[in-house]
Nanobody, 118 residues
Framework: QVQLVESGGGLVQAGGSLRLSCAAS????????MGWYRQAPGKQRELVAG???????NYADSVKDRFTISRDSAKNTVYLQMNSLKPEDTAVYYC????????????WGQGTQVTVSS
């Protein structure tokens, strides 16, 4: 089992910045893929950004050039630096960890609220 604990959400004005953190503990592997998803009210959960164990990243088009995902493997922690925030970024942000086992194991954090005021 893996536990994910998020921190860093909050209320910010449009144009501001926030940094989310997610610490993983338990039975983690060096090959785990980590990422951030978000879910706004009335919408489906969507991928925001992901990062592989080797540091390869991918982003949703809506956050490219504004958000940066990074990870500290020694601390089993993934970060999401969010700049130039927009009201449409308002959502609950969930940390995600995928283990490349068969079958794949997927874990979620409890979620952290990000609210961007206009």
């Amino acid at each position: 089992q893996v536990q994910l604990v998020e921190s860093g959400g909050g209320l910010v004005q449009a144009g501001g910045s926030l940094r989310l953190s997610c610490a993983a503990s338990g039975s983690t592997f060096s090959t785990d893929i980590m990422g951030w998803y978000r879910q706004a009210p009335g919408k489906q959960r969507e991928l925001v950004a992901g990062i592989s164990s080797g540091g390869s990243t991918n982003y949703a088009d809506s956050v490219k050039d504004r958000f940066t995902i990074s990870r500290d493997s020694a601390k089993n922690t993934v970060y999401l630096q969010m700049n130039s925030l927009k009201p449409e970024d308002t959502a609950v942000y969930y940390c995600n960890l995928d283990q490349l086992t068969v079958p794949l194991r997927r874990y979620w954090g409890q979620g952290t609220q990000v609210t961007v005021s206009s």
